[in-house]
């Protein structure tokens, strides 16, 4: 039986993008759809035609973002546009959403990209999300990021989980990154995972997977190594932040992805607390983190132009 057969997804569209893009949860409701997180903004045509395929000229009611990085949220201003759904964040992200504060969001810090969207309603731990007669109950699940939830529906033994626990890991802890505690939070975040009943996992990104212990032992043995070694955690980190970048705008010339990599704050804050010892500018260390890119395939380069491999 294919995993997206699981009995604990019937009723649902699990969408499972490239790594661009978050994936997509759809809960068919006669009422009106809830779409649990919409994608990049590279993608939102993409998101849109899947959304539509799959409801089949039924409304969409609701979108609940998990958090408000820009490959779970990028979609959102289309979806709005042409379903006219009511969008939920974390109450937390809510006053920054209102202000779009560069600030209070991470697109900018990040260099990232998001299309303004309009704010609805919000989610909070202990909240109840129903939809297609199943019950949501949400959890806090800081770590890969403070306001992140994650969403659990008990009776089917589903498990929503964001970027908080993936197949073979977990994503980038970025309150590490900018010089906040935060692999604490992804550990306390396993143990609320751990001790719930769940039976199939909708990560983030990647194949829903149902060994749960396998994946949180996995994840437990990660994090342990980047408490052991939190540079190891950085040079992670500004690799990826190099990458998603490269995913984004597909292809790039050396000298203007090294421009990027100096003028977008939370690189350059990433070389100051860690990169620092290895090179002695921002742009050097983002030179030396796309060669090894390049050498371990994530990366290609041709020349002065370096490509999304």
């Known amino acids: 039986m294919s995993i997206h057969q699981h009995p604990a997804l019937a009723g649902l569209g699990v969408f499972e993008r490239g ?17 649990i997180d919409t994608s990049h903004v590279n993608h939102a045509e993409q998101t849109l035609a899947l959304v539509r395929h799959a409801l089949a000229g039924r409304p969409l009611a609701r979108i609940v973002n998990t958090h408000l990085h820009s490959d779970h949220c990028g979609g959102n201003a289309t979806l709005q546009r042409a379903f006219g759904a009511a969008v939920s964040v974390p109450e937390a992200s809510a006053a920054a959403v209102r202000e779009w504060s560069s600030a209070g969001l991470t697109f900018d810090a990040s260099g990232q990209r998001c299309e303004r969207f309009t704010l609805q309603g919000t989610t909070r731990a202990g909240d109840v999300i129903e939809a297609g ?4 109950e949400v959890f806090e699940a800081p770590g890969h990021d403070p306001q992140s939830l994650i969403l659990f529906d008990a009776e089917n033994g589903l498990l929503i989980s964001a970027d908080a626990l993936w197949e073979n890991g977990f994503g980038v802890v970025f309150p590490e990154l900018e010089g906040e505690p935060g692999f604490a939070d992804v550990g306390a975040v396993l143990d609320t995972i751990e001790r719930l009943p769940v039976r199939l996992v909708v990560p983030g990104h990647g194949a829903p997977f149902s060994d749960v212990s396998a994946a949180i032992a996995r994840s437990r043995a990660r994090l342990a190594a980047f408490i052991a070694d939190p540079r190891r955690h950085a040079r992670h980190g500004a690799k990826v932040l190099l990458k998603y970048h490269l995913m984004e705008v597909r292809e790039q010339p ?6 990027w990599a100096e003028a977008t704050p939370l690189f350059a804050s990433v070389w100051q607390a860690h990169g620092r010892r290895e090179a002695p500018l921002a742009r050097d260390w983002a030179e030396a983190m796309t060669n090894e890119l390049v050498a371990g395939g994530a990366l290609r380069r041709n ?6 491999a």
């Open 133 to 136: 007669g199943r019950r949501f």
């Open 303 to 308: 020349g002065q132009q370096v490509f999304d």
């Open 19 to 35: 790594w661009l893009s978050s994936n997509n949860v759809l809960v068919h409701d006669e009422a009106g759809a809830l779409l």
């Open 254 to 259: 050396f000298d203007a992805l090294l421009q």
